[in-house]
């Protein structure tokens, strides 16, 4: 089993910049394929981000694609989103997730998900 803990939201203007890091427990990280969710008020979940085991693939939603980037550490269990060029549209609740499957858009593919991490982009 893996526990996840997201961490690195906030406030911050358009245009600006913020990394989330999500934490993993267990010794088999390295094994998951790793995902970045996010949740808006009133809206569905959406994909944003995930990444290979070994961090050697990724992919990404086409509303961030060239502005995020998703990276791992597996000496260190964490997985990390580097968001640059903020829109206020990104505002919502981010969530990893894990999974032993391959990188997947869906997010019933991924059995374990954090609590997630307020992102409020202001204008």
């Known amino acids: 089993q893996v526990q996840l803990v997201e961490s690195g939201g906030g406030l911050v203007q358009a245009g600006g910049s913020l990394r989330l890091s999500c934490a993993a427990s267990?010794?088999?990280?390295?094994?998951?394929?790793m995902g970045w969710f996010r949740q808006a008020p009133g809206k569905e979940r959406e994909f944003v981000a995930a990444?290979?085991?070994?961090?050697?693939?990724?992919y990404y939603a086409d509303s961030v694609k060239g502005r995020f980037t998703i990276s791992r550490d597996n000496a260190k269990n964490t997985v990390y989103l580097q968001m640059n060029s903020l829109k206020p549209e990104d505002t919502a609740v981010y969530y990893c997730?894990?999974?032993?499957?391959?990188?997947?858009?869906?997010?019933?593919?991924?059995?374990?998900w954090g609590q997630g991490t307020q992102v409020t982009v202001s204008s």
């Open positions: 267990g010794r088999t990280f390295s094994s998951y394929t």
């Open positions: 997730a894990a999974t032993l499957a391959k990188m997947s858009t869906m997010d019933r593919v991924y059995q374990y």
């Open positions: 990444i290979s085991w070994s961090g050697g693939s990724t």
